[in-house]
């Protein structure tokens, strides 16, 4: 612990100078104080520079008072362009988010200088851009991201999230570990974020001090030039402008990242806390008692101060945005009760499952009521994340709680942030707010709110103009501004349906979001009812089928006058047509039938996820609730009792059923699942597909074939090497084998079961294709090779096309995670072509995998945006082939078509936001489940 004397040459001199002056003087009165002055003490004359010290302990943190004043932004690049953005609808976060203004804004000096109709005719040189009735919202603003503290592509020399030498770390900076080179500030910015709260890890209980910035390049290149209204703190230990306190960020985290990297229980962590608090409120009473004697002119000595505690006797000033990563009920509590103890204010709680289950605990918080920032569906991935709920979001807002949505960057690409506030807008948050929770409450939630999150005059010029309503699914910016500067040098925009500008209209989550709470975060999930008579659904808009390896929309009706009936008798659909033509009179007469009103709704093929350990898996992160990771034969010899080096595990053997995950993915029409052993290496083993609906094994259709494809990972994993794992696969292929491998690698070799290789480095796909080649040369034997992962897969679409080597890109949308999946195919407004839509152009069959269990879920998203950012060159139909028909070729399952199952829809497609997944109808089952 370092102890810290104020002395910076600026005051030090300044004090002399002063002391100077009063020579004479303190000579007098140090001569007759004890008669004259009783009461004024002999130290006074040094006493002006603490005054102002002591002063500036009261003033609250916040921009300065004359701030609206300002002609031009602290931020402003001098012979930036005026920029008049024409014709826009103007969502400017006013009004609780409810006032859009349709009009012009006119961007210059850095600043918003107007909104509406806006004078500009005194611009000699300004660029105009006609919006055309597009919509313009506030620069994204995401209050939790890692950008640049851990960074993509992540290598060993970028981790600098967390200190690890203590769980308290008041005294840690972000700003020290932000590295300018991170490949995620562009394509966040593609995606419309412009500025983002730059947190510490959770390792620690107190990670250290957070930095808001925003992302565009600057001059200068520094981390520095980044920041935005820096902390005096960055560059001196005492205040600059004693008049003038910007707001400071700080992270602490609770509950189980800190409790597994410090070997801590709950109780150390809340402990370490109350210590800390406990020194920082003992320093602070020091300093109030010091100052008090420096009011009275009776001090002596340095203002007691101290480098690693003054941050958080900050906090206890009110001076600090505290932002809680803390999940549990067990944990809120503690932490309101902690900031009633200590008396400070909490800015926000990160990731809170359970805070939408306990918002009285939230109001009881010192001060005001925290905020609560949330991811949409990403859950379940821990015990503290088990009872998170996709209604969170509305139902603190119904607790008048202010929500916002984050990333946590790079758990979730920040570049789709606003994909998280269309989620909770689907589940339920209004428009106003879930707009608001990417951006006003964002801004205000980190004490920014004075300058971004709104479109208004004065504020900064961050804005973003989007080729559909924001809260459109697959909305993309065709340009974003940071402070008044373009930040796309040449946007490709799609061009999006006309019905895709105007807000969503969403299902009715009424009921789910009640039992979410009657539940305790654990609402039932079963069907509520199932069928295996005639089932009849009325007003239905559209049918999709397969016919053969295709989708094809089978009826279409113009109007809700056309809308047609289905009739579904044991699983199986036996008339589409209208109500005369489908309902005969035996149907109209019998009293068991089951009508279901559609409303406009569809039928179609249902879809099939992959690529996530789903039914193998309940709680990532909790070993006893998952099959576990298989035996690596070309990391460690596998026991004989197991077969030896030549054993083949079947993921069928350690399915479980009735997950939550598969369940959520069962009612959001997802109802086939394949699923491969886990493998941390090369060897994989045999992946099986199931039913996410079945309850148990021994139930009908439950497994759907037991063994699909032969499944390995070809990557950097450092040892074995890649052309070790390369040798390895040939050995295999070209050599005559034994045992269960053997027996599989024979129904490769016969082309019977797919060999589907996770790979993402374009380099190790080439060479794959290659050891295709070798083993069609060899054996004459054409092997059907699936890729996995498929990062780079797209610098090599041509070659894959010819050589018939299909793609399931995972995750769809693309990160630089590492090295060897850097060379991503951004998609617009980055690039011409998505990396779904440059495969297809060349007639790769292309499937869409997710990575995590929750994921599962989001399957009939990600298909429609991959139809809508392929700007027309993929339709509904080829969609619905990437999630369902072009994943079972690739994943090796028999042809389907008799016994595929189909899901139904209300309120429209599949594709679209308007609709709730209804039903399953399930032919293999003979059974219509409804939700
Ligand atoms: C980011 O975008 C800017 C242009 O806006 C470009 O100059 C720069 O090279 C890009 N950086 C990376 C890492 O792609
Ligand atoms: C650092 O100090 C210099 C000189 O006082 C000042 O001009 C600059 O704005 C400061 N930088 C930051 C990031 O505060
Ligand atoms: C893709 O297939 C279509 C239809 O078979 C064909 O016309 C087209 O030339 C193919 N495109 C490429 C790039 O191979």
Same mark, same amino acid.
């Not at 200190?163 to 900076?173: D, E, H, V």
């Given at each position: ?138 620069g994204i603003v995401d209050l939790h991201s890692h950008l640049g503290v851990y960074s993509s592509p992540s290598l060993e ?71 935005l209204e820096p902390p005096y703190q960055i560059n001196s230990s005492l205040p600059v402008d004693p008049s003038h306190i ?241 930040q796309l040098e040449t946007p490709h925009a799609s061009t999006k349906p006309p019905a895709f500008q105007h807000v969503p ?258 380099? +190790? +796909? ?20 699936? +890729? ?93 082939? +990437? ?49």
């Open positions: 612990m370092e102890k810290f004397t104020p002395s910076t040459p600026a005051s030090s001199s300044r004090t002399l100078r002063l002391f100077l002056a009063l020579v004479p003087t303190v000579f007098f009165l140090l001569s007759f104080s004890d008669y004259l002055f009783p009461s004024f003490p002999s130290t006074h004359v040094i006493d002006a520079s603490l005054l102002e010290r002591c002063k500036s302990l009261k003033t609250p943190a916040g921009p300065p008072a004359d701030f609206y004043k300002r002609t031009q932004s602290d931020r402003y690049l001098t012979g930036a362009k005026p920029t008049l953005i024409k014709n826009a609808k103007i969502w400017t976060g006013e009004d609780e988010g409810n006032l859009v203004v349709q009009g012009d804004v006119l961007l210059d000096k850095g600043m918003i200088m107007g909104v509406g109709r806006v004078p500009h005719h005194h611009y000699k040189d300004i660029t105009v851009l006609d919006a055309k009735g597009g919509w313009v919202t506030p020399g970028s981790d600098d999230g967390n200190s690890l030498k203590g769980t308290i770390g008041a005294w840690m900076r972000a700003i020290d570990g932000l590295n300018t080179h991170d490949d995620s500030y562009n394509t966040s910015i593609a995606g419309g974020v412009t500025t983002s709260l730059i947190l510490p890890g959770s390792a620690n209980a107190i990670g250290g001090q957070a930095y808001p910035i925003k992302l565009r390049r600057t001059h200068e290149r520094s981390p520095s030039s980044m920041l910007p707001w400071r960020h700080m992270k602490h985290a609770c509950g189980e990242n800190p409790s597994r990297v410090y070997s801590d229980t709950r109780m150390d962590t809340i402990w370490a806390f109350r210590d800390a608090y406990n020194k920082a409120s003992q320093l602070k009473k020091k300093q109030d008692d010091f100052c008090a004697k420096v009011e009275a002119g009776q001090a002596t000595g340095d203002f007691p101060d101290d480098l690693q505690w003054e941050s958080l006797v900050d906090v206890l000033r009110g001076r600090v945005k505290v932002n809680i990563h803390c999940y549990e009920t067990v944990d809120l509590d503690a932490l309101v009760r902690l900031s009633n103890e200590f008396q400070f204010p909490i800015a926000a709680f990160h990731h809170s499952s359970e805070t939408y289950l306990v918002p009285e605990v939230l109001k009881r918080a010192y001060g005001h009521p925290p905020s609560v920032a949330l991811f949409a569906t990403n859950a379940r991935y821990k015990r503290e994340a088990y009872r998170s709920s996709e209604f969170a979001p509305r139902i603190l807002a119904e607790n008048n709680l202010r929500v916002v949505m984050k990333s946590d960057h790079s758990v979730l690409n920040s570049r789709y942030l606003l994909y998280e506030a269309q989620q909770a807008h689907y589940y339920g948050l209004p428009q106003n707010l879930a707009i608001a929770a990417v951006t006003s409450s964002a801004a205000e939630t980190m004490g920014m709110g004075h300058r971004i999150g709104y479109v208004k005059k004065g504020w900064d010029a961050d804005l973003v103009l989007w080729d559909s309503h924001p809260l459109a699914l697959g909305a993309t910016p065709k340009q974003v501004f940071i402070d008044g500067i373009p209209s969403v299902p009715n989550f009424d009921k789910e979001a009640e039992d979410a709470v009657t539940y305790d975060g654990l609402p039932p999930l079963r069907p509520s009812s199932t069928f295996s008579e005639t089932v009849v659904f009325t007003n239905v808009k559209s049918v999709y089928s397969r016919s053969g390896d295709v989708v094809e929309a089978v009826y279409t009706a113009q109007d809700a006058i056309t809308y047609g009936t289905v009739v579904v008798r044991n699983g199986r659909l036996i008339c589409t047509g209208t109500e005369t033509t489908c309902l005969s009179s035996s149907i109209l007469d019998d009293p068991e039938v089951s009508y279901v009103d559609l409303e406009g709704g569809s039928l179609s093929p249902s879809l099939l996820t992959f690529g996530s350990p789903l039914g193998l898996s309940n709680i990532d992160q909790e070993d006893s609730t998952n099959d576990g990771v298989v035996l690596d034969p070309l990391i460690a010899s596998v026991p004989k009792i197991v077969g030896g080096d030549s054993a083949l595990i079947r993921a069928v053997d350690g399915l479980e059923f009735q997950t939550r995950d598969a369940l959520l993915a069962y009612r959001s029409g997802v109802s086939t699942a394949v699923t491969a052993p886990s493998h941390y290496n090369f060897f994989g083993g045999l992946a099986t597909s199931f039913s996410t609906g079945s309850a148990h094994k021994l139930e009908p259709g439950a497994v759907i074939q037991e063994g699909t494809g032969l499944h390995m990972s070809v990557r950097h994993f450092g040892t074995p090497s890649v052309s070790t794992q390369i040798a390895a696969l040939r050995r295999l292929l070209l050599e005559p084998q034994e045992g269960a491998t053997g027996k599989r690698v024979k129904e490769v070799l016969e082309g019977r079961v797919p060999l589907v290789i996770e790979a993402h480095s374009a380099d +190790i +796909i080439a060479t794959l294709v290659l050891l295709k080649k070798e083993v069609k040369t060899e054996t004459g034997k054409n092997i059907r090779l699936t +890729i996995t992962g498929a990062s780079e897969a797209h610098l090599l679409a041509k070659e894959l096309g010819e050589f018939g080597v299909g793609v399931i890109l995972n995750p769809a949308r693309s990160f630089p995670f590492a090295w060897e999946d850097r060379r991503i195919l951004p998609g617009p407004p980055l690039t011409e072509y998505s990396p779904v839509s440059k495969l297809v152009s060349h007639n790769v069959t292309v499937g869409i995998g997710v990575q995590e269990i929750w994921d599962a879920r989001n399957l009939r998203f990600e298909i429609a945006w991959a139809s809508l950012a392929a700007n027309g060159k993929i339709g509904k139909e080829e969609a619905i082939a +990437i999630g369902s028909v072009n994943l079972e070729k690739l994943l090796g399952m028999d042809a389907q078509t008799e016994g595929a199952d189909m899901v139904a829809t209300r309120g429209g497609d599949l594709l679209e936001m308007s609709s709730k997944v209804a039903g399953i109808i399930s032919p293999r089952r003979g059974l219509v489940d409804l939700f």
